[in-house]
C-alpha cells in the first residue's frame, strides 16, 4: 500500500516536473502567455518549496538493459525531492525528464537526505516513449523482486559546496504489478551542482 502510494507520488512529482520544464524552455514563437500561466507559476513554486532544489549543472545516468540513458541538467531537467512528512512518511529522491520529453525517471529513498548513507529503494519509476499521451515503455517498482530487496540508493554527498548530491543506485522495476511479472534491473549514478 505504502510503494503504491509512493508510487503515483512519483509519478505527480515527475507531472510537476515536465510542468516546470516546459514552462522554463524558451520558445520565441510563443509570446503571447495562454490562460495556462497563471496553473505553470502555481504548479512550480511546490518544486522550488523548501527542501527541493532544481539542479543546475551535472548529469544524471540511468542504465537499463543495453542502454544508457544520460539527464544533463544544462538542457533537462533534474530535481532533487525531499518529502517532509510524519516520521513514516518522509522521502528523498531525484527526478528527472529530458528537454524532448521522451524519457523520465523518478528514484526514491525513506529517511532524511545526508552525505554518506545507503538506504533501500522506496519507488522508482521509467518513462520511455516518443508519444507524450501514451507511454512506449513504463517501468515502476517492481513486486516481484530478489529477496535482497528492492535496490539501494547510495547518496555519497548531499548540500556541500556546490554540490547538490553524488552517489549511485540501483534497483529492481517491472513493467505491471503482476506476481510473476519480469523484472529488470536499473543502475545508474548521478552528480549534480546547484552553479
Given at each position: 500500500m505504502?510503494?503504491r ?18 514552462s522554463?524552455?524558451k ?8 490562460p ?14 523548501p ?5 543546475v ?40 525528464i529530458n ?54 540508493l ?42
Amino acid at each position: 500500500m505504502v510503494n503504491r502510494r509512493f508510487t503515483h507520488f512519483l509519478i505527480l512529482v515527475a507531472a510537476i516536473i515536465m510542468t516546470v520544464a516546459s514552462s522554463c524552455q524558451k520558445d520565441p514563437a510563443v509570446n503571447n502567455p495562454g490562460p495556462s500561466k497563471t496553473s505553470i507559476n502555481a504548479d512550480s513554486s511546490i518544486v522550488s518549496s523548501p527542501g527541493n532544489f532544481l539542479a543546475v549543472t551535472g548529469t544524471l545516468k540511468v542504465k537499463f538493459n543495453d542502454s544508457v540513458y544520460t539527464f544533463d541538467a544544462a538542457t533537462d531537467s533534474i530535481a532533487f525531492i525531499n518529502v517532509n512528512g510524519d516520521d513514516e512518511n518522509r522521502y528523498f529522491g531525484i527526478t528527472a525528464i529530458n528537454k524532448e520529453h521522451s524519457v523520465s525517471f523518478g528514484i526514491s529513498s525513506a529517511g532524511f537526505a545526508f552525505s554518506n548513507i545507503n538506504r533501500g529503494i522506496a519507488g522508482s519509476q521509467l518513462l520511455l516513449s516518443t508519444d507524450s499521451q501514451k507511454p512506449a515503455l513504463q517501468l515502476s517498482l517492481s513486486k516481484n523482486y530478489p529477496s535482497n530487496g528492492f535496490g539501494n540508493l547510495n547518496l555519497l554527498q548531499y548540500k556541500t559546496g556546490n554540490e547538490l548530491a553524488k552517489g549511485t543506485f540501483y534497483t529492481f522495476m517491472a513493467a505491471d504489478s503482476k506476481a510473476n511479472s519480469p523484472y529488470y534491473r536499473v543502475e545508474g549514478s548521478f552528480d549534480l551542482q546547484l552553479k
